[in-house]
């Protein structure tokens, strides 16, 4: 009776056809949870290196890139980063936003990340008069250790919308003001190779304030050190896979 009992205790094994055993497969997953990132605990975070984050809205929420819903954004990002939140860089697509981030280690971070997405969100649920998540699941963040990396993650969140909508190359100056993306950083955006910037005036046109609502690096890599993985960023470039 004894051994019985013990034996109940451990898991179940189903037989395979070759005659050996296998654990019992654990609980499926919800169907709405498909593709869902696991919450696993963060990798440990090094405040020397930046980090580029990915949010995801849910599939019925409005499209974020409409001047509207970009003003609001900005105006959390500006809001953040009197709260301390370490936000570089910055590009809205339709469902979702690529961020380069900084942070003391991973517990700021997932903080920093936290009380930005909370506030984007209720405050887009309020411009739309929506209710409910806005956000599909946690983020996702990678870091970013070499020159190289800081330098590509750069250029594809800059440049992320010609990844989407296959725009042909900028050649000319006039053709690259033309071509930045007026929902990403990148009219801010100042180490072009060349040493252009577009004037205010451009920002102004396109409905942008003069003042980025962006936190400046504090982190070498991001700083100055990514122009060692290939120099200054050209306006003809496009971006690539990542990760």
Request: glycine content about 6%; hydrophobic content about 35%; overall charge positive.
């Amino acid at each position: 009776m004894g051994s019985r009992a013990q034996l109940s205790l451990f898991p179940k094994r189903a037989k395979r056809r070759n005659g050996k055993v296998r654990a019992k497969p654990g609980r499926k997953v919800r169907p709405e949870r498909v593709g869902f990132m696991r919450h696993r605990t963060r990798p440990v975070h090094d405040v020397n290196h930046p980090v580029h984050v990915t949010i995801r809205r849910v599939r019925l929420a409005p499209s974020f890139r409409t001047e509207r819903l970009r003003t609001v954004i900005l105006a959390e990002l500006k809001r953040a980063r009197g709260k301390g939140v370490h936000v570089i860089e910055y590009s809205i697509q339709d469902d979702h936003l690529h961020l380069m981030v900084e942070g003391r280690d991973a517990a700021d971070l997932s903080a920093q990340m936290r009380k930005l997405f909370s506030r984007i969100a209720m405050s887009i649920n309020s411009a739309v008069g929506r209710r409910g998540s806005l956000f599909r699941d946690r983020h996702h963040r990678h870091e970013l250790v070499t020159p190289r990396e800081v330098r590509n993650a750069l250029v594809y969140i800059l440049f992320n919308v010609r990844k989407h909508a296959r725009g042909a190359d900028a050649r000319t100056q006039q053709e690259a003001w033309a071509s930045l993306d007026a929902f990403s950083s990148a009219p801010w955006f100042q180490q072009w190779a060349h040493h252009t910037r577009p004037p205010p005036e451009r920002l102004a046109a396109r409905g942008l304030p003069a003042d980025p609502p962006l936190a400046r690096p504090e982190t070498w890599l991001a700083r100055a050190g990514w122009k060692r993985g290939g120099g200054a960023i050209r306006f003809d470039e496009s971006p690539r896979r990542l990760h």
